[in-house]
T-cell receptor, first 111, second 113 residues
Framework: QKEVEQNSGPLSVPEGAIASLNCTYS??????FFWYRQYSGKSPELIMS????GDKEDGRFTAQLNKASQYVSLLIRDSQPSDSATYLC???????????FGTGTRLQVTL | DTAVSQTPKYLVTQMGNDKSIKCEQN?????MYWYKQDSKKFLKIMFS???????INETVPNRFSPKSPDKAHLNLHINSLELGDSAVYFC????????????FGNGTRLTVT
């Protein structure tokens, strides 16, 4: 079983819709969760971090964490073509300096 | 500009050669990393240094040798390059601590022919 799992996609949503990206993780001791966006040929950039159960909102982005279900998600409201990228879920499983990444979900926002 | 910068951006070389990638950060972070991203975009940690001390050394061939002269610099030397080493190598940095996100450099695309 992979430590951090994501559906590779592509996930296709029309412009203006809500994109929902999901991630599950295997280590119950995981404490820190991050979403990164990576455009083709570019480096990952941090979008959101979440550390406690519930929702965390930042502009059009909402991260949701459910530690009991070992599940973290990212919602993108009012999706724009510029949101088309690969979204990487990253989990810190307890070791202070080790982030484990999922394989990423490719999002396509269509006009 | 505050950033993580790595050089070179592209590296094309033949099998058997030795090459180095350099990384520097001016964010004041005390932990630096090397990650490898393969053709399927899977990003996997290779090494981590905290204040010049190696703290993470994943299952990586010993042809790969990191070196951190100070907490702002982390270099990666690769000996006897193989075709399978072709990938994008990302340097990253962070503060120590579980809640500290990584900040990535722009990556070095290594192509071994």
């Amino acid at each position: 079983q992979k430590e951090v799992e994501q559906n590779s996609g592509p996930l296709s949503v029309p412009e203006g819709a809500i994109a929902s990206l999901n991630c599950t993780y295997s280590d119950r001791g995981s404490q820190s969760f991050f979403w990164y966006r990576q455009y083709s040929g570019k480096s990952p950039e941090l979008i959101m971090s979440i550390y406690s159960n519930g929702d965390k909102e930042d502009g059009r982005f909402t991260a949701q964490l459910n530690k009991a279900s070992q599940y973290v998600s990212l919602l993108i409201r009012d999706s724009q073509p510029s949101d088309s990228a690969t979204y990487l879920c990253a989990v810190n499983a307890g070791t202070a300096s080790k982030l484990t990444f999922g394989t990423g979900t490719r999002l396509q926002v269509t006009l | 500009d505050t950033a993580v910068s790595q050089t070179p951006k592209y590296l094309v070389t033949q099998m058997g050669n030795d090459k180095s990638i350099k990384c520097e950060q001016n964010l004041g972070h005390d932990t630096m990393y090397w990650y490898k991203q393969d053709s399927k975009k899977f990003l996997k940690i290779m090494f981590s240094y905290n204040n010049k001390e190696l703290i993470i050394n994943e299952t990586v061939p010993n042809r790969f040798s990191p070196k951190s002269p100070d907490k702002a610099h982390l270099n990666l030397h690769i000996n006897s390059l193989e075709l399978g080493d072709s990938a994008v190598y990302f340097c990253a940095s962070s503060f120590t601590g579980k809640n500290s996100p990584l900040h990535f450099g722009n990556g070095t695309r290594l192509t071994v022919t």
